[in-house]
Structure formats: structure tokens, C-alpha cells
């Protein structure tokens, strides 16, 4: 994920209007209502969904990051493996330049 694609996943996560915000907010949606009565049939109290949701996107969070700088490692390895080859290679030396005869 690019840098401008995370800043903007971010802003629109932060731009997310709380329930807890607006005591007037009615949420029209199905599945969450299914939610949370699955939730109040097992006895979960509503406060455990929203710290539910925080858990796993905070655990998905630091997943995400982890994978993040295993790629970044990756990529300096073979970017030091691509840079030996090129060393190496005759096809990528620098040539002098040839001097013009008179």
C-alpha cells in the first residue's frame, strides 16, 4: 500500500461519524443489528463489540505493519543483490570516453 493510499485510508477512518458523538445517529444496517443482538444473546454486553472491532483492527494494524517491514527488508536485500550483479556485469561498466583522432 502506497503512502498516499494509507493518509487517505487514515483521514477517511478519522472522518468516520461515532454513534457515541450524536445521540440522534440512526444506524441503518442490518448486519450490525444482527450483531448486536447475536451479541446480546450471548450475554456480551454492547460495549464489547465496539472494543472488539478495535482489537482486531488494531491486531490487523500491527500485522500490517510487520509485513511492511519484512517487505522493506526484502527489497533492500535484493536491491544490495541486483546492485553486486550490475557491479559485476561488463554490460553495466561505466566505458571512458574514446578520444577523437586527429
Known amino acids: 500500500m502506497s ?6 485510508m487514515q483521514e477517511e477512518m478519522n472522518n468516520i461519524p461515532l454513534a457515541d458523538d450524536d445521540p440522534q445517529a440512526i ?9 448486536i443482538s447475536d451479541a446480546m444473546m ?15 483492527l488494531s491486531q490487523r494494524v500491527d500485522s500490517v505493519k510487520e509485513e511492511n517491514l519484512k517487505l522493506r527488508s526484502e527489497n533492500q536485500v535484493l536491491g544490495q543483490y541486483i546492485e553486486n550483479l550490475m ?5 553495466f561498466q561505466s566505458t571512458s570516453p574514446k578520444t577523437k583522432k586527429k
Open 27 to 35: 444506524i441503518h444496517d442490518d448486519t450490525e443489528n444482527a450483531e
Open 42 to 56: 450471548r450475554g456480551r454486553s454492547l460495549d464489547s463489540i465496539p472494543s472488539t472491532f478495535t482489537n482486531d
Open 87 to 91: 557491479s559485476a556485469s561488463s554490460v
Open 3 to 8: 503512502v498516499v493510499a494509507g493518509a487517505k
